[in-house]
């Protein structure tokens, strides 16, 4: 698909260099050095933490537990965010993908659609005026806001689009103006009470420690619904990314690709604001790096989203746990403080593909 | 050339917003003042505080305090404040206090205290500290004379010589804290050699554990009553945090608990039926004891340290 | 800029030449700005008539004229005619700020709220409320600096910070806003790190300073912004014709004989100044940088935002928040920020909805 001429500037040491077959095998190595990648990471998540134990104790917990203290902490506490962390880092990193691609807006990410301002709204009511006060609690309200906020920000982008499609820059514009709007009810709320500001400060950080375990189940399925309708949309996003009309004479039905691809960023952000709180740089970095190892097919581009989301996430967890002894840090604070060096040294290296 | 639809409905929304203040401005409300009430003396003195110098003249009757801390220490001087503020809009004053505090009027919260309820009614003192509100001082010293602590929690003993200073009330001060450090040493020795114990507090919050150190309110009180702390616990900061897997570092010989406001009171639900908590020889000794966060973490000045000593001697009889 | 559309066709255009500069007056932005000026007045009149203490319009009159009672003229001269005119002032200011990012920037979602500036503030100002809090973790000089004076140098240090590392032989404006969106997460990751360190009354302090407040804000907040405003929005005015060029790709703009590189330096210097000046009095007000020029664009059927129309219609949206955030939940005062946030967003959105033209900037 990358032969396929894009409008000027082209990007540089992004673009294929000789045949199909050859571009083929490299991506296919590519996907597999994330997984090795991405194993790894998790392989790291379960042997390190705050508290020190060696590897042969992480072993002794994974297969033979008897109950001691680092039994209980390799089993209870980091087997849990480690899985929460891959779930959660795939969901993000496949959801920017998507957004940047919809968009047409390198500065898009899954919070743009009003996902992380609708679950913090939907999470503050239900702790003011439910009083619910569990992160487990917290997940199906915080699901149900992702999904209220961006279908009402994909209905109001539709409404403006003229044709009605969402077009990106009223898209874009819906989102911002919508989490502006349910920020500011969310302040509201958690200045009129101290209580809920308490437990509204802590879920903001984006933080994959104290989540119950029974999270992961409910959230896994969004995850994977999510992850397929993504796929699926795949085909039909290269083709929108050459624009609409090309893409409509390309006989592609641009509505539908759209509903696809925006059902799929809702689901998989959604899932993850629920599980984790708002982890906001991971969707906007991760695409980048993607479209820098596989170039801008999205049938490869989402999928090593996906992986190298989960990889960062865990690392960024895995760091946070280490820096601030004996506290630890959240996953969604190391994130921005680590990847957005990381991120400006890229910009600068390259001219980002243009979207 | 006719005006565009938005810009009518955005002159016709705002005059709209407009005219609703506007109507409710016509019915005037003047501020009712009762009498001053009476001047014991005219002496004249200059306070020295956290930002500047204040004169104040006689005893001050109409006292306006903006912080938890200066609500306790006035309230322990006998003093009832005309008004104070509240942590947030839906709270009242700190529950230990409430039944002292009733006909204290709520002047805003601590966030953003109301200016022009003060100024209405017409204090004659107003009592903060820099921490809070040095960025209103000018402000609120053009209303009344105004005092500042330098620091919250754990100078709250220096915090309350100074509000009974500009009260012209130090010699009731001096009794009350001589009392408490009486008090406080009594407590220690009624759990034998105070010393010898390690005690440890503990806090809940939502998504985190924080460890009471020597720099916080229960810090002084615990010090004052010669008890050792653990560890992690000896350090002069307010507060340590500590990660899930590190629960280990809150055992002590005694150990204290409470949780701040619902969402902590889940957290610390979840974390104390855990494993981990359950491992801690303070737990399985039943020596760890639930406590009220409003008074023993969120209560600040004597009347708080009074109370959490009372609670001291009666976990010491059991 | 005649590609327009079709709406403009109706307007009559009255070209203009004042000596070196010449331009094409249009009545419709200047309409919008007076529009923008009666709403401010009458707001102001009421804003200094309401509150704990209500004075009807009248009286608000003869106390400015320097009659009445002592009670009323502290209240009015001293904590609510500041008050007032720090708000009309940053709202312009943010406006002013808004609307050249954008211009420059051309990116309707650029702001200067984005560019991580007002965010570079807000880090600085938190820190110290949180740190030289409760907590007492920082002390000594550096607790003296006080929030307006840290928010002003985190928000001209973000301002620099970006600005050094968007450099490579020139601004480019899409670099620019990555950059920028990059040092945002930096000073958002940490705010929300600071945020979690003190105690809840410090957390709910910061956030009140955070969402933008004016509660006690007095004559020392209100004439830095109005120094920076005098000096800087004249001299963006000035600029504002090198502007109309930028619309065009860099090479049109070269073209037509426009530094593009120094004018763009000016200009967005110019927006960081405004901005970092106007947060540092009231924190960072949501909202009214990044709608208010696009609110005066829209009114004024520009074809991008009109900075006179902005900062009048700024000014304005402020003043009446503040007067909404102040009175309107009885003893509770919320910021004016989330007041802003949640009057203008709706707004935008019915805008948007209307789908009347395509965004432009």
Redesign the interface.
């Known amino acids: 698909m990358d032969e396929v001429s894009r409008p000027p500037p082209v990007p540089a040491g992004v673009q294929a260099r000789s045949g199909p077959a050859r571009t083929r095998r490299r991506r296919l190595l590519t996907v597999a050095g994330l997984l090795a990648g991405l194993g790894l990471c998790g392989l790291l998540s379960l042997a390190v933490g705050a508290k020190a134990i060696p590897p042969e104790g992480v072993w002794h917990a994974l297969v033979a537990p008897t109950g001691s203290e680092d039994d209980v902490v390799v089993r209870s506490l980091r087997l849990p965010r480690t899985v929460l962390g891959v779930l959660a880092g795939l969901a993000l990193g496949v959801a920017g993908a998507l957004m940047q691609a919809h968009t047409r807006n390198?500065?898009a990410e899954p919070g743009l659609l009003g996902v992380n301002a609708g679950a913090a709204f939907a999470v503050v009511l239900a702790t003011y005026g439910l009083g619910v006060h569990t992160l487990l609690g917290y997940v199906w309200f915080a699901f149900a806001g992702a999904l209220l906020a961006s279908v009402a920000v994909f209905a109001?982008?539709s409404?403006?689009?003229?044709r009605g499609d969402p077009?990106p820059?009223?898209l874009?514009?819906?989102g911002?103006?919508?989490t502006?709007?349910l920020?500011?009810?969310t302040?509201?709320v958690?200045?009129?009470d101290?209580q809920t500001?308490?437990a509204y400060?802590?879920w903001?950080?984006?933080a994959l420690s104290g989540r119950d375990p029974e999270i992961i189940g409910q959230v896994v399925w969004f995850v994977v619904a999510g992850a397929v309708l993504a796929l699926a949309g795949a085909a039909g996003l290269n083709a929108l990314a050459l624009g609409e009309d090309v893409a409509r004479a390309l006989g592609q039905q641009v509505w539908r690709t759209r509903v696809l691809g925006l059902a799929a960023t809702t689901l998989l952000a959604g899932a993850a604001v629920a599980a984790c709180g708002p982890i906001?740089?991971l969707g906007?970095v991760v695409p980048h790096l993607a479209r820098a190892l596989t170039g801008p097919d999205h049938r490869w581009l989402l999928p090593c989203s996906g992986l190298l989301g989960a990889g960062v996430l865990l690392v960024a967890d895995v760091v946070g746990r280490v820096v601030a002894p004996p506290g630890e840090?959240?996953a969604?604070?190391v994130?921005?403080?680590v990847?957005?060096?990381f991120?400006?040294m890229l910009?600068?290296r390259h001219r980002?593909a243009a979207l | 050339?006719p005006?565009?639809r938005?810009?009518v409905?955005?002159?016709i929304?705002?005059?709209v917003?407009?005219g609703v203040?506007?109507l409710?401005?016509?019915?005037?409300?003047g501020?009712d003042r009762d009498g001053a009430g009476s001047t014991p003396d005219d002496t004249t003195r200059v306070i020295h505080h956290a930002t500047g110098d204040t004169t104040i003249t006689g005893r001050p009757q109409r006292v306006v305090v903006l912080d938890t801390g200066e609500l306790d220490s006035v309230l322990a001087l006998g003093v009832t404040p005309v008004a104070a503020v509240r942590?947030?809009?839906t709270s009242g004053l700190p529950s230990y206090l409430a039944g002292r505090a009733s006909d204290v009027a709520?002047a805003?919260?601590?966030?953003?205290?109301?200016?022009?309820?003060i100024?209405?009614l017409?204090p004659d003192l107003i009592l903060s500290n820099k921490?809070?509100h040095?960025?209103?001082y000018?402000?609120l010293s053009?209303?009344a004379p105004t005092v500042f602590a330098e620091?919250?929690?754990?100078a709250w003993q220096e915090n309350f010589r100074l509000a009974a200073e500009a009260l012209g009330q130090q010699a009731k001060a001096q009794r009350i804290l001589a009392e408490y450090a009486d008090k406080a040493k009594r407590t220690g020795q009624a759990f034998g050699d105070p010393a010898a114990l390690q005690v440890s507090m503990v806090r809940f919050l939502p998504?985190?554990i924080r460890l009471y150190g020597q720099?916080s309110f229960i810090g002084t009180i615990l010090a004052d009553a010669g008890f050792a702390r653990p560890p992690a616990q000896r350090v002069d900061?307010?507060f340590v945090e500590v990660s899930p897997e590190q629960l280990g570092q809150a055992n002590g010989d005694l150990l204290f608990y409470a949780a701040?406001g619902s969402t902590g009171k889940a957290e610390q639900d979840q974390l104390t039926a855990g494993p981990l908590w359950q491992r801690l020889s303070a737990v399985s000794g039943g020596r760890a004891h639930e406590v009220s966060d409003d008074l023993w973490y969120v209560g600040i000045g004597p009347i708080a340290a009074d109370l959490v000593l009372d609670d001291l001697q009666w976990y010491a009889g059991t | 800029m005649t590609s327009a559309g079709p709406t403009q066709q109706?307007?009559g255009r009255v070209p203009l030449r004042i000596g070196p500069l010449s331009g094409v007056w249009r009545?419709?932005p200047a309409?919008?700005a007076l529009?923008g000026l009666v709403?401010l007045l009458?707001?102001s009149v009421?804003s200094l008539?309401?509150?704990?203490?209500?004075?009807?319009?009248g009286a608000v009159l003869r106390v400015l004229a320097g009659d009445g009672n002592r009670?009323a003229q502290?209240?009015v001269l001293?904590?609510?005619l500041p008050r007032m005119v720090t708000g009309a002032l940053v709202g312009a200011a943010l406006a002013v700020a808004g609307g050249l990012t954008q211009t420059v920037v051309r990116n309707?979602?650029a702001s200067p709220d984005i560019l991580g500036i007002t965010t570079g503030a807000g880090a600085a100002a938190v820190a110290v409320i949180v740190l030289?809090?409760?907590?007492?973790?920082i002390t000594g000089r550096l607790a003296e600096v006080?929030?307006?004076a840290a928010a002003l140098v985190g928000g001209l240090l973000a301002a620099a910070v970006i600005y050094l590392?968007a450099w490579?032989r020139g601004i480019q404006g899409y670099?620019f806003?990555?950059?920028g969106?990059?040092?945002h997460?930096?000073a958002?990751?940490?705010i929300?790190?600071l945020?979690?360190l003190g105690?809840?009354?410090d957390?709910?302090?910061a956030?009140?300073w955070l969402?933008g407040?004016l509660?006690?804000r007095?004559w020392?907040h209100a004439v830095p912004v109005g120094l920076a405003a005098a000096v800087l929005v004249p001299a963006a005015l000035l600029l504002t014709f090198a502007l109309g060029a930028l619309q065009f790709s860099d090479d049109t703009a070269r073209g037509l004989g426009v530094r593009v590189n120094a004018v763009r330096s000016g200009l967005l210097l110019i927006a960081v100044g405004l901005a970092a000046v106007a947060t540092a009095s009231a924190g960072p007000i949501?909202?009214v940088a990044?709608?208010t020029p696009q609110?005066a664009m829209?009114?004024a059927?520009a074809a991008r935002p009109p900075l006179v129309a902005s900062a009048v219609l700024g000014a304005?949206l402020v003043v009446?928040a503040d007067?909404?955030a102040r009175?309107?939940?009885g003893?509770?005062?919320?910021?004016v920020?989330?007041?802003?946030?949640?009057l203008?967003?709706?707004?935008?959105?019915?805008?948007?909805?209307?789908?009347?033209r395509?965004?432009r900037v």
Do not use: H
Request: overall charge neutral; some cysteine.
């Open positions: 390198p500065l109001l982008g409404v403006a689009g003229g077009t820059v009223t874009a514009l819906a911002t103006a919508m502006f709007l920020l500011g009810l302040n509201a958690v200045l009129l101290q500001l308490e400060r802590f903001s950080l984006g906001a740089f906007l840090l959240a969604g604070i994130l921005a403080f990847g957005a060096p991120f400006v910009v600068r980002l | 050339m005006p565009s938005p810009l409905v955005a002159m929304a705002l005059l917003l407009l203040p506007l409710g401005a016509c019915g005037a409300a501020t942590a947030d809009a709520v805003g919260t601590i966030g953003e205290p109301d200016l022009e309820a100024a209405a017409q921490v809070r040095e960025d209103l000018d402000r053009g209303i620091k919250v929690g754990v998504g985190s720099g900061k307010t701040y | 109706v307007l009545p419709r309409l919008v529009g709403v009458v707001g009421a008539g309401r509150g704990e203490y209500p004075l009807g319009a009670g502290f209240i001293e904590l609510r309707p979602l030289g809090g409760s907590q007492g973790m006080g929030t307006p590392l490579r670099r806003v990555l950059i969106v990059a040092v997460a930096v958002l990751g940490a929300s790190w945020l979690v105690d809840v009354t957390a709910g302090r956030l009140v969402n407040s509660n006690g007095g020392e949501a909202f990044l709608v609110i829209r009114l059927r304005a009446l007067l909404i009175s309107a939940f003893p509770t005062e919320l910021p920020g989330i007041v802003t946030a949640v203008g967003a709706p707004y935008l959105l019915f805008l948007i909805a209307r789908g009347q395509e965004m």
